[in-house]
T-cell receptor, first 112, second 111 residues
Framework: DAGVIQSPRHEVTEMGQEVTLRCKPI?????LFWYRQTMMRGLELLIY????????DSGMPEDRFSAKMPNASFSTLKIQPSEPRDSAVYFC??????????FGQGTRLTVV | KQEVTQIPAALSVPEGENLVLNCSFT??????LQWFRQDPGKGLTSLLL?????REQTSGRLNASLDKSSGRSTLYIAASQPGDSATYLC??????????FGTGTSLTVIP
């Protein structure tokens, strides 16, 4: 397996634009997590899915953030409209039934 | 809410030294605990996973221990090498599907 795959690796966008981050979890994993990492706050859990169903989205900072998982092999995190304070590295991770979590390489988002 | 703390925040050691990284957590009702390594600009690489019923796990020069009752885990690195330089994070798994991360220990191994 190629591991957790995220795209794009880098994204630079202007304030107010819509941004969509994509994630393909490891095949067979039933839990998917979206994290945000900044120097100030470290790793923050935004939302996680279990069997494609959102379980806890309490970490999503605002209504500008939304996440979907239409099937077991794909998830998106959308920010609309984007703001400079959203600049961070966004990670997707997946796991199976409480086992080890595996992370993607992340998407570095810069909002100017 | 589970709080995870890692001390020290940064550590610098000469090559060849054995070292211990610490992770503490406030709620002992954990499912498992995982240690990760993160290189600058990269994602997190899983190092070791310890289930709640286990006391330790070993992989090569790495040994991780878990003491649930005291809310502590340690990562022991033997014979450190410059290539071990990275940030090490521990994550506590609650209920099998929520991971709470510490803020990490930045390790520098000096040649």
């Amino acid at each position: 397996d190629a591991g957790v795959i995220q795209s794009p690796r880098h994204e630079v966008t202007e304030m107010g634009q819509e941004v969509t981050l994509r994630c393909k979890p490891i095949s067979g994993h039933n839990s998917l997590f979206w994290y945000r990492q900044t120097m100030m706050r470290g790793l923050e859990l935004l939302i996680y899915f279990n069997n494609n169903v959102p379980i806890d989205d309490s970490g999503m900072p605002e209504d500008r953030f939304s996440a979907k998982m239409p099937n077991a092999s794909f998830s998106t995190l959308k920010i609309q409209p984007s703001e400079p304070r959203d600049s961070a590295v966004y990670f997707c991770a997946s796991s199976w039934a409480g086992g080890a979590a595996f992370f993607g390489q992340g998407t570095r988002l810069t909002v100017v | 809410k589970q709080e995870v703390t890692q001390i020290p925040a940064a550590l610098s050691v000469p090559e060849g030294e054995n070292l211990v990284l610490n992770c503490s957590f406030t709620d002992s009702a954990i499912y498992n605990l995982q240690w990760f390594r993160q290189d600058p600009g990269k994602g997190l690489t899983s190092l070791l996973l310890i289930q709640s019923s286990q006391r330790e796990q070993t992989s090569g020069r790495l040994n991780a221990s878990l003491d649930k009752s005291s809310g502590r885990s340690t990562l022991y690195i033997a014979a450190s090498q410059p290539g071990d330089s990275a940030t090490y994070l521990c994550a506590v798994n609650i209920a099998g599907n929520q991971f709470y991360f510490g803020t990490g220990t930045s390790l520098t191994v000096i040649p």
